[in-house]
C-alpha cells in the first residue's frame, strides 16, 4: 500500500498481525475424509462440538476456495497422487492436519499398499494421534493451527518461496 | 423344482465330463470339484447350458496359492476357485481348477458368465493367474504400473518397497507430458 515506506518498518509487523488475524479466524477447510476419522471430523463440525466457533465451519468440497487440508484416514498409494494433486490446487497460504493414527504413521496398517505417513510427500502442520481421535483433538489441532498462524509472517507465505 | 441332492449332482456331472474330474468331496454340504485348468471351459459350459444342471448364477472367482501345503489334493501351485448357485434346484457347487505356477493361465468363463469380468481381474490382478480370451484384462485393485501379485504367498506382507518408492505412482506427470 506504500505505507511500510513512510513508517519504518513498523507496519510490516501490524500489518502481519491484521493479515494473521483475518486468516486465522477463518480457515476454510477442504475435508480429504476417507475412512473412520472422517466420521469424528463430522461430529466436529455439528452443533455439539461446533468448529464454526473457530471461524472454520465453512467446508469446501473444492480444494481451490480452501486454505486447510483436513486430511483424515488411511492414504493407499493408489490414492496418495489425488491427495498430492488436491493439495497443489490450494491456494497459498495453505496448511495440513493429518488426523489420526493411519494417516500419521500408517497406523496398524503396516503393508504393502498404505502410505506410512503422509508426511513423506505433504507438508504436516500439526499431527493428531488417536484411532481415531475424539473431536476434543481435532478442535485443539486447529487452535495449534491457529496459533501457527498468528506467529506467521506474510513474506514466508508468498508462493515459491 | 425340487433340491439336487449333491450324489444327483455329482453323477450328472462324472456323466458328462467322465475322467475330468480328478477330485471331489462334500464339505457340509457344499459339493467340490477339483479339475485342470484347461477343462475349465468344459465344465462350465456343462454346468451353464445344461437343462439338469442349470446353474445361472455365478457367485465368486477367487484364487488360492497353495505354496508350501503339504497336500496331495493340491495338484498345481495355484487354484482359481469358482462358486455356482442354481436358483431352481437351491444348491451350489464349487469348482476348484488347478493352474500351474510355469504358465499360471486358465481360460476365462466371460463368455459364458458376464458377472465373471471384475472377479476374473481380481485374481489376475492378485495373483498374476492370465485369463484367456478376457476382454479387458488388467489390474483392477492396484496402479496399473505395480509389479507384483500381492495375494502369492512369497510376496512379503510390506511389500518391495512400493509404498516408498512413491514417485513412479505420479500419474499427473503423464497427463501434463502430453
Known amino acids: 500500500m506504500g505505507l511500510e515506506s513512510k513508517m519504518g518498518g513498523i507496519i510490516t509487523t501490524q500489518l502481519d498481525k491484521v493479515v494473521n488475524w483475518a486468516r486465522k479466524n477463518s480457515l476454510w477447510p477442504m475435508p480429504f475424509g476417507v475412512a473412520c476419522c472422517a466420521i469424528e471430523m463430522m461430529a466436529t463440525l455439528c452443533s455439539r462440538y461446533d468448529m464454526s466457533r473457530f471461524g472454520a465451519e465453512v467446508i469446501r468440497f473444492s480444494p481451490r476456495q480452501s486454505d486447510l487440508l483436513l486430511v483424515s484416514g488411511r492414504i493407499s498409494i493408489k490414492m496418495m497422487p489425488v491427495l498430492t494433486r488436491i493439495y497443489e490446487q490450494m491456494p497459498e497460504p495453505k496448511w495440513v492436519i493429518s488426523m489420526g493414527a493411519c494417516c500419521s504413521s500408517g497406523g496398524v496398517f503396516d503393508t504393502y499398499t498404505l502410505i506410512q505417513g503422509i508426511d513423506q510427500f505433504l507438508p504436516v502442520d500439526v499431527y493428531i494421534p488417536g484411532c481415531p481421535p475424539r473431536p476434543e483433538a481435532l478442535l485443539d489441532a486447529l487452535m495449534f493451527i491457529q496459533k501457527k498462524i498468528s506467529t506467521e509472517r506474510i513474506q514466508d507465505r508468498i508462493h515459491g518461496n | ?169 505420479n500419474i499427473y506427470n503423464k497427463i501434463e507430458n502430453d
Open chain 2, 1 to 169: 423344482m425340487s433340491r439336487l441332492e449333491n450324489e444327483k449332482l455329482l453323477s450328472l456331472l462324472q456323466e458328462m465330463m467322465g475322467d475330468l474330474i480328478v477330485n471331489h468331496h462334500d464339505f457340509r454340504g457344499l459339493l467340490s470339484v477339483d479339475i485342470h485348468g484347461k477343462d475349465i471351459l468344459t465344465l462350465v459350459s456343462c454346468i451353464h447350458q445344461d437343462s439338469r444342471l442349470n446353474f445361472p448364477l455365478l457367485v465368486d472367482v477367487s484364487g488360492v496359492d497353495y505354496l508350501e501345503y503339504d497336500d496331495e489334493a493340491c495338484l498345481e501351485r495355484f487354484a482359481v476357485i469358482y462358486i455356482f448357485y442354481s436358483i431352481v434346484h437351491d444348491c451350489r457347487i464349487k469348482i476348484r481348477a488347478f493352474v500351474p505356477e510355469s504358465d499360471p493361465a486358465i481360460h476365462s468363463i466371460y463368455n459364458e458368465y458376464k458377472g465373471a469380468d471384475f472377479t476374473e481381474r481380481e485374481v489376475y490382478d492378485m495373483f498374476g493367474i492370465r485369463f484367456i480370451d478376457h476382454p479387458n484384462l488388467k489390474r483392477i485393485l492396484m496402479p496399473e504400473d505395480y509389479g507384483s501379485n500381492p495375494l502369492r504367498k512369497d510376496y512379503p506382507l510390506k511389500g518391495l518397497g512400493e509404498r516408498s518408492q512413491f514417485p513412479k505412482y
